[in-house]
């Protein structure tokens, strides 16, 4: 069973960067598919972040591409996400996910994300 | 990327049938049959409910059924039950590995 794990701080100050690591078990990255970062701030819908293929090809949201960047760490089965110059705006739970060509079939939890001083 | 077009709120009695719409754009919801839906229940992350337009992933009751029509994507859910009140939401591939959700439907249970 494919499970997906956030982790990562909590509180980042703003113009800092965040950065948050997606920790999968019961699948090996190396194995295939995408994966991805999509936010929800709070009491809004859902945002697409970016995606990430094993092999290390980047895809991004287009209002996000000059802030973000998305890795992949094969050896230890995770992904990470970085958003630098971090505002209020980027409060936000982020979750992970598993996307299976065209849809995203395995979520993390997700964590909470809060940027204040 | 604008976000695909949802109603606030949709809401039914129990088994009855309700339908959420989703519109795009003829670069999104109308050029591919790659749109998904997700329920979301409060403080939970979402669920994958439907795929590839029509498809149910194995464990979704087939209550839950999805169709298009040019840039309109849509969701019904049949016979209702008290644990579909949920928000749900739509995505859809939008070509270059890039994806725009809808945005949102809170579905109440009368």
């Known amino acids: 069973q494919v499970q997906l794990e956030e982790s990562g701080p909590g509180l980042v100050k703003p113009s800092e960067t965040l950065s948050l690591t997606c920790a999968v078990s019961?699948?090996?990255?190396?194995?295939?598919?995408?994966w991805g970062w999509i936010r929800q701030p709070p009491g809004k819908g859902l945002e697409w972040i970016g995606t990430i293929y094993h092999g290390g090809n980047t895809y991004y949201n287009p209002s996000l591409k000059s802030r973000v960047s998305i890795s992949v760490d094969t050896s230890r089965n995770q992904f990470s996400l970085r958003l630098n110059s971090v505002s209020a705006a980027d409060t936000a739970f982020y979750y992970c996910s598993r996307i299976r060509w065209n849809y995203m079939d395995v979520w993390g939890k997700g964590t909470t994300v809060t940027v204040s001083s | 990327q604008s976000a695909l077009t949802q109603p606030p709120s949709a809401s039914g009695s129990p088994g009855q049938s309700v339908t959420i719409s989703c519109t795009g754009t003829s670069s999104d919801v109308g050029d591919y049959n790659y749109v998904s839906w997700y329920q979301q229940h409060p403080g939970k992350a979402p669920k994958l409910i439907i795929y590839?337009?029509?498809k149910r992933p194995s464990g979704v009751p087939d209550r839950f059924s999805g169709s298009k029509s040019g840039n309109t994507a849509s969701l019904t859910v049949s016979g209702l039950q008290a644990e579909d009140e949920a928000d749900y939401y739509c995505c859809s591939y939008a070509g270059g590995n890039s994806y725009v959700f809808g945005t949102g439907t809170k579905v109440t249970v009368l």
């Open positions: 019961g699948y090996s990255i190396s194995d295939g598919y995408y």
């Open positions: 590839e337009v029509t």
